[in-house]
Nanobody
Framework: QVQLVESGGGLVQAGGSLRLSCAASGRTYSTNIMGWFRQAPGKEREFVTAIRWRSGSTYYVDSVEGRFTISKDNAKNTVYLQMNSLKVEDTAVYYC???????????????WGQGTQVTVSS
């Protein structure tokens, strides 16, 4: 099993920045990709970005590319999501997730965190 704990959410004004963290524990060595998803009120959960533990290669959804940056610290088993130029439409609960699979575009993940709220005000 892998446990994921997110932190860093909060309230920020449009145009501002936040950094989310996701601390992984347990059998992290069994996972290959870490991802961030989000779910806005009344909407389905959507993929945001992902990173491979070993190579550090990344993948972003178009709506956040250039504004969000995913990074990792293997020594700390932690993944980060730096969010800049935030927009009101970025408001959502953000979830960290981990998967054993190797494909970025396969959005089936094996482990999930509890989520952290990000609210962007106008």
């Amino acid at each position: 099993q892998v446990q994921l704990v997110e932190s860093g959410g909060g309230l920020v004004q449009a145009g501002g920045s936040l950094r989310l963290s996701c601390a992984a524990s347990g059998r992290t060595y069994s996972t290959n990709i870490m991802g961030w998803f989000r779910q806005a009120p009344g909407k389905e959960r959507e993929f945001v970005t992902a990173i491979r533990w070993r190579s550090g290669s990344t993948y972003y959804v178009d709506s956040v590319e250039g504004r969000f940056t995913i990074s990792k610290d293997n020594a700390k088993n932690t993944v980060y999501l730096q969010m800049n130029s935030l927009k009101v439409e970025d408001t959502a609960v953000y979830y960290c997730a981990a998967k054993v699979g190797l494909e970025f575009r396969d959005y089936e993940y094996d482990y999930w965190g509890q989520g952290t709220q990000v609210t962007v005000s106008s």
